[in-house]
């Protein structure tokens, strides 16, 4: 399975935003796991319907989309 296949929007769920696999697990859920510290490791352990490639099709999903957004300066 591609990457790109992993992401899914289904409109019936989690209100169409993007998903893996179908899932009501999203995107935005994997990447606060990642930035919180957790490893590759630990969200496999925790999430053991999560596939490895599935965190990489986030990492991929999230950086086509900073990529396709204009990216504003965060306030110091």
């Known amino acids: 399975m591609k990457l790109s296949?992993?992401?899914t929007l289904n409109?019936?769920?989690c209100n169409g935003r993007p998903t893996i696999r179908n899932?009501?697990?999203t995107v935005t859920q994997m990447l606060e796991?990642?930035?919180?510290?957790?490893?590759t490791d630990?969200?496999?352990a925790d999430y053991p319907?999560?596939?490895k490639e599935d965190i990489f099709a986030?990492?991929?999903y999230a950086s086509k989309i900073a990529d396709a957004q204009s990216i504003l300066p965060l306030a110091s």
């Open 5 to 7: 296949e992993r992401i």
């Open 11 to 13: 409109p019936k769920v």
């Open 23 to 25: 899932m009501r697990f």
């Open 33 to 39: 796991l990642l930035a919180s510290g957790m490893t």
């Open 42 to 44: 630990e969200i496999l």
């Open 49 to 51: 319907y999560i596939e």
């Open 58 to 60: 986030c990492l991929w």
